[in-house]
């Protein structure tokens, strides 16, 4: 299980972002979280992947709390957690190609096959591997970027508005594949939207935000 | 007493066209240079010129010989332009021609070893500084503060006093005092780059900071650093000349740009005006070339500098 327990966390000194916020994620089911722009749900995914560090709060990864965050956190604990981010034109290098991007997170030595297979899953074809973001749409390059996340098989899974900047069809078939993933390879997966159609849809149960934040 | 008020916008001249902020050019005009000569001319008299330069460089010294700069005639001291010697000789019979191509090749030689030398150490010590942050960032860019408040003229100087008369010192000298400023563009680029979500999806797949740095950083801040080293190599040409013009620099058997100004200095007070012509112009024409290829070049990397220019 994947928890954060009275969060605290901001940017600034004296700014809080989260305040007091509790969430528990359990494998093998879809939690969607439904709150306004704003409101610091981008800021709980950060926090709950080691990316940023809460400045009160506890998050524990599978019994095991979680003292240390960014780089200071061990590789192996971060990589059981998978984000996906909003905007994929500032979440892919923009330098890389397709297929780099997919790879990134697979180890030094995985065969090519393996970039293919990630890529076929998500629903990419060959020859869009060998382009860079800018000459592909953002749900193809949104795909490449859930792809790059499956790639550490993570155990959770945390997607930020992932089908914000998407057309429904799009939305329809990446939401549809996380579900699968669901299914198939027991992951946890953590829904934030201001979408309750979306979330709705999808998730096994869906939180407002009013339910997380308890001011401490 | 009457409030005075300086008049702004529109009204202040309405002759003057439609009011646009201070320091941007009109459209059409050239990209933040506040001058008429549209871009693409001052970019082709640029190239044209350092490619001209740069073939002198390679040609005369295959004709001539490097012994040419060596040979001393004082039968033929100070003789002005003519046939013999398209721009006269010098104090010692030499020919002014060879000897300032010549010393242009040394002189841009230690001036791209100097830029390069200086960016590769900006850009890894900026690099590491801004992707590390915390106590490290605070503590070298201390040290960079520190190496800023020193002139770096008194510090190249200090060094060259150490070791004169040698081209590694000279090297040394300019690239001890050119990395700071290198180091300071590169960590704020790092500074930026380092909150991108490919930077945190890199992160969060378990890539350590070398990786990071290594596979998103550099390769993001290498344009940057490249600009950098273009912007700084006519800055190193001149901080050779001034080095060796106070007979710090290079040997005098080495003809560099610096040390032909400081020879001619007696010679001009004689009327012999070609000993510093020859030097003088070519410093002058490398550094405006170099220095207008680098500003085209930025403008090309900066593209919003531009638009927010054409307002």
Known sequence: MLSGTGLVAGYHRGQRVLDGVSLELEPGSITGVLGPSGCGKSTLIRVLALLHTPEEGVVRLDDHRVDRFRHAAPAALRRQVGVVFQHPRSAADPRHTLRRIVSAHLPAKSPPQETDRLAELVGLTPDLLSRRPHEVSDGQLQRACLARTLGTDPRYLLCDEMTAMLDASSAATLVHLIRAQVHERDRGVLMVSHDPALLAACCDRTLHWEELARPT | ?????????????????????????????????????????????????????????????????????????????????????????????????????????????????????????????????????????????????????????????????????????????????????????????????????????????????????????????????????????????????????????????????????????????????????????????????????????????????????AL
């Open chain 2, 1 to 309: 007493m009457s409030e005075k008020t300086v008049p702004t916008g529109p009204e202040a001249d309405p002759e003057a066209g439609p009011w646009r902020p201070a320091g941007r050019r009109r459209p059409g005009g050239a990209p933040g240079r506040g001058t008429a000569v549209p871009a693409r001319v001052r970019l082709a008299f640029a190239a044209g010129t350092l490619v001209a330069v740069v073939a002198v460089i390679l040609v005369v010294p295959l004709v001539a010989g490097d012994a040419a700069t060596r040979t001393v005639d004082y039968d033929a001291v100070l003789l002005p332009p003519g046939a013999g010697h398209l721009l006269g000789t010098d104090d010692a019979g030499r020919d002014v021609l060879v000897r300032a191509v010549l010393g242009a090749r040394v002189s841009l030689v230690v001036a791209v070893t100097c830029a390069v030398v200086a960016t590769l150490l900006g850009t890894l010590v900026g690099a590491v500084s801004g992707a590390v942050g915390g106590l490290t960032d605070a503590i070298v860019m201390r040290v960079v503060d520190g190496f800023n408040a020193v002139p770096h003229l008194l510090l190249g100087i200090l060094i060259v006093a150490l070791y004169r008369g040698s081209l590694i010192s000279v090297v040394v000298s300019i690239a001890l005092t050119h990395w700071t400023t290198v180091a300071r563009i590169v960590r704020a680029e790092v500074l930026s780059l380092r909150s991108r979500p490919y930077v945190d999806a890199a992160i969060s797949g378990g890539a350590s900071r070398r990786t990071v740095l290594v596979r998103h950083l550099l390769p993001a801040v290498a344009p940057q650093s490249a600009l950098a080293a273009a912007l700084l190599l006519p800055h190193a040409v001149w901080h050779e000349t001034a080095l060796s013009f106070l007979g710090l620099g290079l040997p005098p058997h080495l003809p560099s740009l610096g040390t032909m100004v400081a020879d001619s200095r007696d010679d001009v007070l004689l009327g012999a005006w070609w000993t510093i012509a020859a030097p003088a112009g070519v410093l002058v024409a490398v550094t405006l070339a170099v220095a207008g290829l680098a500003g085209w070049w930025r403008d090309r990397l900066v593209p919003r500098r531009r638009s927010e220019l």
